[in-house]
Structure formats: C-alpha cells, structure tokens
C-alpha cells in the first residue's frame, strides 16, 4: 500500500461517528424536509453525527431566486440559532463563541441533475440512498447522501472549535494529507492544493474549468474564476509569489467573530429575503482580489460594473473595520485536502451510477470507498441458487435464485435476479432481468416483472405519495435532467418538474410508510 493510500485509509478509519461537531444545522428547501431530518438524524447520532450532538434542521423560506450559499448561510444560522434557543434552550452565539464546533449543510435545490431519484424521494434530494445499510428504529435501511456527507466531515470537528464550518449536501471528499487546523485565518476554503503549475500543467489539468484557490507565501489565500494560466497570473500578480493552488471544493469556515460580523453587516439582506449573495463572487473574491480585476470578472458574469464598485467599496470597508477590531494579516486561508484526495460526487445521476458501482472494483480507492461505507462483506446473500460474482456487493436482499454480475443491490426483495453491471436499491418485483440500469425505489407487481436490457443506461425510480397513484419515471444516464426538467422523457406521463410540482410540501415521512407498504404487499 502506497503512503497516500494509507493516509487516507487512516482517514476513513477515523470517521466512525465517535468524533463530530457539536451542532449540526441542516439548511432544507421546505418544511417537510425539516421535519424529516430533524427526526433522521435525531435517531442517527452516534452513526452519523456524533452522539450528543444538537440537530437543528431549518428550511430556506426566501424569495424565488434563493439566497444563495453565502447569504443562505447566514439565514440558516439565523434560523438555527431561533430554534436552538426556543425548542432546546441553547444559545448559539455563546456556544461557538466559547468553543463550539458547528457543522452546516446545504441540501436545498430541485437536484435536476440527479433526476428522477430526488423525486422518487418526494424533491428530498438529500435523502437518496447508498449502497450501505444503517439501522433505524431497529430496522436495517440504507445511508443517505446527506448522512455519508455527515459522517465524512465530522473529522473536521476538533480542528475547528468555535467555527462555523460549511459543506454541501451531495459530495463526500477523503483528504490525502492530514487535516491541517483551522484559526489561522478568519475564514478558510476547501481546495485540492499542490504546487504551482507551469502553464503547459495548467492546460493539461484542465484548471481553466475550474474555480480555484491560490496560496501565497504568507498563507493567505484568494479566490480565482475559471481563468486561463496567464489570466490568473495578471489577476494574482499584486498577490505575491505563489505557492500553492488547486481546484476549491467550496466548502469552507468561519470564526465565531467573523460570523457574527457578517450577520450584522447583510442583516438588512437577511430581514428582506429578496437578494441572491453567494460566498465565492459576493464575499471572498471582493476579500482577496484587486477591485479592477475583481469588477472585470463580475461584469463578465452579468454585473454591472457599478453595481461590482459598489460591492467591492461594502466589503473593503467591512474588511477594514473586521482586521481593526480582529487584527489578523489576511482574511482567507486555505486547508488543502491534497491533490490526492477521493472526491465522491453524487449530485448527477451519471455519478451515482459511477460512484456506487466504484464499490464492486479491485482498485485502492474501490477499497477504501467499501470501508467508509462500513461495507464489511461484498455479499450478505446466502441463497444457495442464486450465483454472485466476486465483485458485487449485495446486502440486505431476499433473492430466492438468478445471478448477480458486478452489481450493487440493497434491500431488493425478488424470486428470480439476473442482472449485469446494474445499481439497484429498495426493489421489490416477482423477476428482475437488466443490463448497466439503475432501478430505486421500485416497486413491480406484473408477473413478467422487470425487464431493462437495452444497455443503455436505463433508469427507472417509483414515486409514492399519499392520496394519488404511484407514478413510475423513466431515464437514463445520458439524460440530462437539467436540460429535460420540462420534458415527458422515456414515455413517462409527467416531466421531473411536473412530478417536482406534485411533491410539493409532500410529508416524507407518510409517503416512505406508503413506499415501505406497498413494497411488502399491504
């Protein structure tokens, strides 16, 4: 085993839910996916969040446009904060102010990218399930994203006490190098760092995609848009020698002071709930970068060059006043999560396939992907008909005789299986035949059963909701649900906005007891 490898097989080792933040805020789209997870997680800690932990789940109540993560963060603080005081007697502020480590994450959005799961879920797009089972209320049931995106990052907790740390919903990232503590900087970034790149390197990595995080000798960092090798140079070239940049995963933490003076300084923003901030051009780009360079870039991105002025003269001066009051040399560090780092992505339906059907290879990072899902046997079937291959993994299933072929299958109730290269979870049906398909949350009761073997990346997800008829969605990989979000794909009698329409404020929680019923005949 390589260093790096073991490095990060030591990391993974390490996010067993013994360690954790001590808060954990879970921003939400509506008030049933508040709801649900408020209750989740609550029976979780001690396998996600670490036992003991306050779960305080809000949901974003702002206007059509979304606040974006960088106010959205500050209401969702706000909203936690109210709830932490009113339904649990603790005080927020105080408590990250004396040393608290909070953990935040933002899971609102229609997850059109990874239609039609977040629908089978009722838009709870956090809530689509992995290969890996957990126990709830006695019953063994799959991981969520959200609940895989927890237990990675609470190793981040006791490097970063009395911080607000930020993640998003729907990626699980293992660092290559040991996890450097937070403090140095009023707020720091996530990024995949390595020394500075020639500019034939920068071409070949492809870094000209990417929003980047670059590093000068002192420590401090800045923000870069996806920009050319000499673009960036010109941007940085004010900034100091550079020493190290990569890609930013965007995930990133505050300093109970720098919190708190954030939300004095966009409180009028948060009590109007109309504008849309997000963190990377609305506070760390007019942080660390000259204001030309920094107005070009916006005016690029629709802004006004006025309107970038302007912004850019609100953030100098807070940034005055904060290093007047915090005296600190830069406002923005770096931790590096090493170049090496695993990246799993969920967010498209494409990477789901790609991620979980990661677990059935030979490979290290196939190995170490089986062991942050706790996933201690490739097969738990012990059906003497039924023939699994090597390399699947199949767990909680109830399969009577067929063949299993580099696959993935959790709690797939069935007779007869034969199926090749396929991710199938929450399943039930009389027969199962399919060839490289995804098949979740489906319940069949024809006698021919399944049948997808078009090899061509089928799709198929079951929607339950209370009062109507299940609704059965059709796709596949090629599909892009962001691009046919309005479109009836594969013959299906509603497009994912319309069945995104139809969720609604849907209660997840009587439509799971409608899906668990219908799949075990009642």
Not at 399 to 417: A, L, R
Not at 421 to 436: E, M
Request: with cysteine.
């Amino acid at each position: 085993m390589s260093d790096t490898a073991a490095v990060l097989l030591q990391a993974i080792n390490a996010m067993d839910g013994s360690v954790g933040f001590d808060a954990i805020i879970v921003c939400t789209s509506n008030i049933a996916q508040e709801n649900y997870w408020q209750q989740r997680l609550t029976k979780t800690t001690g396998k996600t969040a670490r036992d003991g932990a306050l779960i305080l789940a809000v949901h974003e109540d702002w206007g059509s446009g979304g606040a974006g993560n960088g106010l959205g963060t500050l209401y969702a603080y706000t909203k936690a904060r109210n709830k932490a005081k009113e339904e649990f007697g603790v005080d927020l502020d105080e408590k990250i102010t004396k040393g608290w480590s909070v953990g935040m994450y933002h899971t609102a959005g229609k997850g059109t990218r990874l239609a039609p799961l977040p629908g089978s879920e009722n838009n709870n797009k956090p809530g689509v399930k992995l290969s890996s089972m957990l126990e709830v209320d006695g019953v063994e049931t799959e991981l969520t994203i959200l609940e895989a995106v927890i237990r990675q990052t609470n190793s981040y907790a006791p490097h970063r006490k009395g911080r607000l740390s930020v993640f998003w919903g729907d990626q699980v990232f293992i660092p290559s190098e040991a996890i450097t503590p937070s403090g140095s900087h009023p707020a720091d970034i996530l990024a995949q760092c390595g020394p500075m790149p020639s500019e034939s390197e920068w071409k070949e990595r492809g870094l000209d995609k990417y929003g980047l995080i670059a590093v000068n000798a002192k420590g401090n960092a800045a923000q870069v848009e996806k920009v050319s090798y000499q673009t960036a140079m010109d941007i940085l070239k004010s900034f100091g020698e550079i020493a190290q940049v990569g890609p930013s995963l965007g995930s990133f933490s505050l300093s109970a002071a720098l919190l708190i003076a954030f939300l004095s300084e966009f409180s009028p923003e948060i009590k109007a709930k109309v504008d849309k901030f997000d963190s990377d051009p609305h506070f760390w780009m007019p942080m660390t970068l000259p204001k030309g360079e920094y107005s070009k870039i916006m005016v690029s991105k629709g802004s006004t060059a006025a309107d970038a002025d302007k912004h850019f003269a609100r953030l100098s001066k807070f940034v005055d006043k904060f290093k007047k009051d915090n005296p600190c040399d830069g406002m923005l560090g770096c931790i590096s999560t090493g170049a090496s780092c695993y990246w799993w992505d969920y967010g498209q339906v494409t990477l789901y396939a790609k991620n979980n059907l990661l677990a059935t290879k030979d490979t290290p990072e196939a190995h170490a992907l089986r062991t942050f899902l706790q996933i201690k046997s490739r097969s738990t079937l012990k059906a003497a008909d039924v023939s699994v291959d090597g390399k699947s993994v199949v767990m909680g299933c109830k399969v009577d005789k067929g063949s299993i072929k580099e696959s993935v299958c959790s709690t797939v109730e069935c007779p007869s299986v034969d199926v090749e290269g396929c991710v199938l979870v929450n399943v039930s049906a009389k027969k199962i035949k399919a060839r490289d398909a995804i098949i979740y949350n489906v319940v069949d009761t024809s006698d021919d059963g399944i049948e997808m073997v078009g090899g061509g990346g089928e799709v198929r997800a079951d929607v339950f909701m209370p009062k109507r008829d299940k609704i059965i969605l059709r796709s596949n990989l090629e599909t892009d649900g962001g691009k046919a979000w309005k479109v009836k794909t594969a013959g299906n009698s509603m497009s994912f906005e319309e069945v995104y329409e139809a969720n609604g404020c849907v209660d997840i929680i009587e439509a799971q007891a409608l899906a668990r019923a219908a799949k075990h005949g009642k």
